[in-house]
């Protein structure tokens, strides 16, 4: 069983996952944490052929970030075995 730190909430539906990111969480310097700030970086992830986590985040085939505190990510295919690759990442 997973436990979010930074998403309060997430469903999965076929391919598109929606995760609800908590509210009131800031970085060091003060500014809010969002979900475009994880849309970036694993953006970054996917497009550095380097990275080390890329293998984790490769059936991602969009995201997109509908409001600040909700992320959804669809699938290139049913992947039930996502929020595992996901956690801690």
Do not use: C
């Amino acid at each position: 069983r997973y436990f979010g730190e930074l998403a309060e909430s997430w469903t999965a539906k076929g391919t598109e996952w929606t995760f609800k990111l908590r509210k009131g969480i800031n970085y060091h310097d003060g500014s809010p944490f969002t979900a475009r700030d994880i849309a970036y970086s694993y953006e970054r992830i996917l497009t550095d052929k380097r990275s080390i986590q890329g293998a984790n985040l490769r059936d991602i085939k969009e995201m997109k970030v509908p409001d600040d505190h909700t992320l959804v990510l669809e699938t290139k295919r049913p992947k039930a075995a996502l929020l595992p690759l996901l956690y801690n990442r």
